[in-house]
């Protein structure tokens, strides 16, 4: 009995030690379990974090590129924009200053300065024609100072040849006669006339003072013809002593001194058949109005032709 007893109690605490150390052993493997779980989990969150910030560097990358396109393109536009303006800018003065010249010898041929603007403008696509700008050329290709050579020799050629340009000569005519005239004395117009068309001023005048008496004579202020200028024998008649001026200043421009004839002997020769008291005149002229000893002052001359 006593023997079956112990073998009990042998038993139960080999059962207890068994199930104990499996217990024990069941936890360790939870322990391990879990930690290897915790292991891979803090691996996988590391590889996550890593590709999360290569995903964020990427982004932030590409948004500083764009950002920098962005910039890029508000500056090219700003520039484009600035060259825009400077352009429409040198346009809109060389505009002003070609249109002040075409009143003003539209006002001496008596002609609607909205005509010749339109064809000023045909020609020079309306006034941004690269040459137009730079060289203040309109239809010739040369370069020149101001418009003022163009808009003498166009105006004039519209003046005769209308039809040339699409108009008969009623409809170029305006009503309002010289209102562009009045701040010009005869000196001043001679003078920018002159320059304009590469001539000397004091000679142009010096050659008109000569032949029309200082002004005082029929051929001036019957004619409005300075320069006696004629065709077949006939004087011309002119509207006003400016166009008078202005076709006499072309004419010593064209017929003599684009010809050759540069010095006042040469153009004698064809300007009145070389006589050698028209010399003598129009240098004693010359004289007399480059050291003010003329009694035909430039106030005389201004109120006599107004």
Partial sequence: MKNTREKIIASAVLLALATGCVQNYKLSKEKN?????????????????????????????????????DELKRQKEELEEQKRKQ???????????CEESINLYSSVYNIKSEVVKKIVSDYTNNFSNKDFINNKTINDGEKHDSFD?????????????????????????????????????????VNRTSTALNVDPMLSLSIACAESGYFEAGIATNNCNPFSLRSSGDFYTFDNIYEGIAEGIINLKVGYIDEGATTLDSIAVSYCGGSSSWINLVEDVRYDLENGRTIYDEDNMKLTLR
Avoid: C, W
């Fill in 87 to 97: 352009k429409q800018e040198k346009i809109d003065k060389v505009k002003k200053e």
């Fill in 149 to 189: 050579y163009e808009i003498i020799m166009l105006v004039s050629h519209l003046n005769d040849y209308p039809e040339e340009f699409g108009y008969d000569y009623s409809s170029i005519r305006k009503e309002d006669i010289n209102s562009n005239l009045d701040n010009f004395t005869i000196r001043e117009f």
């Fill in 33 to 69: 379990e879990t930690a290897k779980t915790t292991n891979i989990s803090s691996v996988l969150t590391e590889k996550e974090e890593i590709k999360t910030n290569f995903v964020i560097n990427e982004f932030n990358k590409d948004l500083e590129l764009k950002n920098k396109a």
